[in-house]
């Protein structure tokens, strides 16, 4: 059980890297920006929320982190919500995460249904994070 449990620990704190978060906003800025119609350029898209075109670059391929209220600029521009951009868990990236840490000896199949259930797992709440559904008393 420990084993497991060193395990998990560390999948998480690859799975929570921030570097891997903002590779994935990034992702999702590019591609959004490349598949609008007429297409988007760094320049204008750069202009439009006030940042440098240099900035937008690196926020599209992660090396800048994004701060909340351009996450929200870059939303509006793209035409997204602003969690279009946060990696869900049940995402397909997310599974091939635990793919590459997983142990070498497993079969793919195998691989791909611990991954599944690990990132299943990690989405759902736990006790303690469930809202409580207990009506308090008005003061």
Same mark, same amino acid.
């Given at each position: @059980?420990?084993? !497991?449990?060193?395990?998990?620990?560390?999948?998480?704190? #690859?799975? @929570?890297? =921030?570097?891997? #978060?903002?590779?994935?906003?990034?992702?999702?800025?590019?591609?959004?920006?490349?598949?609008?119609? =007429?297409?988007?350029?760094?320049?204008?898209?750069?202009?439009?929320?006030? #940042?440098?075109?240099? *900035?937008?670059?690196? #926020?599209?391929?992660?090396?800048?982190?994004?701060l909340v209220?351009?996450?929200?600029?870059?939303?509006?521009? !793209?035409? !997204?919500?602003? *969690?279009?951009?946060?990696?869900?868990?049940?995402? *397909?990236?997310?599974?091939?995460?635990?793919?590459?840490?997983? =142990?070498?000896?497993?079969?793919?199949?195998?691989?791909?249904?611990?991954?599944?259930?690990?990132?299943?797992?990690?989405?759902? =709440?736990?006790?303690?994070?469930?809202?409580?559904?207990?009506?308090?008393?008005?003061?």
């Open positions: @059980m420990i084993v !497991l449990d060193e395990f998990l620990d560390f999948a998480i704190n #690859i799975l @929570m890297n =921030p570097e891997s #978060i903002y590779r994935h906003i990034g992702e999702v800025i590019r591609n959004r920006r490349r598949s609008s119609k =007429p297409r988007l350029t760094q320049e204008a898209l750069a202009q439009r929320i006030g #940042i440098s075109r240099a *900035s937008l670059a690196n #926020i599209e391929t992660g090396r800048q982190s994004v209220h351009q996450l929200y600029a870059l939303a509006e521009a !793209l035409k !997204l919500a602003p *969690s279009d951009f946060l990696p869900t868990t049940n995402d *397909s990236a997310v599974r091939a995460e635990w793919n590459e840490i997983l =142990p070498e000896d497993l079969k793919p199949v195998q691989k791909d249904q611990i991954a599944r259930l690990l990132a299943d797992t990690q989405a759902e =709440p736990t006790r303690d994070e469930e809202p409580s559904r207990v009506k308090q008393a008005k003061r």
